[in-house]
């Protein structure tokens, strides 16, 4: 598998288990300014080229920077970048309503309908209350009846314990806490290193990284205990 198509596995995996979360909080949704339709931004380059607005900021201090530039030539080789993203979807869109739930759809670039993932199951969502935070949910038996198909999709072993190292359990459902910043119309959904860290070593115990790059687990767990160093990885939204 290409690095490419394990960062698709990764992505899938942080968007669909990132939301596994319990029932939203009445007062946080009543004045959550997450609410209303958000849509993926992109721009357009010198040449016309669509761009989204993919995240990924890395400071790795001073004696980091030497592995920021292979990281970043990993990441241009294998096609991972906000102008890959636009070639391969036209739209992207998430709509959080004030009664907790929330509606996910895309259109891959080409096509003349949308998927939406909320046709296939219920996700619910609420924020921290500091705003910062944001959790989207499916109910425990339902992920549960996910995983076989995943595992098939996957060729690999995929169960609940696997993933318990990446998932915050409440009493009905998973979760995955995706940080928030939200400014004017604008708004970041990222994970940091730490949750980097801990779906790498996931990733590469179920054999889903390449060979040649199974050395980034342990570089990024290693990493994720440095204090000056910031890894982000995410998307931006528009109103």
Not at 125 to 149: C, F, N, Q, R
Request: charged fraction near 20%.
């Amino acid at each position: 598998m290409k690095l490419k198509n394990l960062f698709v596995v990764l992505t899938t995996l942080s968007i669909v288990f990132g939301g596994l979360t319990s029932c939203s909080n009445d007062d946080d949704n009543k004045v959550a300014p997450i609410v209303g339709t958000w849509n993926l931004k992109t721009t357009v380059d010198e040449n016309g080229a669509k761009i989204a607005d993919m995240i990924v900021y890395l400071d790795l201090g001073k004696e980091g920077e030497p592995m920021k530039a292979i990281i970043e030539g990993l990441l241009a080789q294998n096609g991972i970048s906000g102008g890959a993203l636009a070639n391969k979807v036209e739209s992207v869109t998430a709509r959080f309503s004030e009664d907790g739930k929330v509606n996910i759809s895309f259109k891959e670039k080409g096509s003349t309908t949308e998927t939406n993932i909320s046709q296939f199951v219920d996700l619910h969502y609420y924020t921290s209350s500091d705003g910062k935070m944001v959790y989207i949910g499916i109910e425990k038996k339902v992920a549960a009846e996910l995983l076989p198909l995943l595992s098939s999709i996957l060729g690999k072993n995929i169960d609940i314990p696997t993933l318990q190292s990446i998932l915050v359990t409440s009493d009905q459902y998973y979760s995955i806490p995706l940080n928030l910043e939200i400014e004017n119309n604008y708004t970041k959904f990222y994970v940091k290193k730490d949750y980097i860290a801990k779906v790498a070593a996931i990733a590469n115990e179920i054999g889903l990284i390449p060979t040649e790059y199974q050395f980034l687990p342990e570089w990024i767990n290693e990493l994720s205990g440095m204090d000056d160093v910031t890894i982000n990885v995410g998307l931006g939204f528009i109103k």
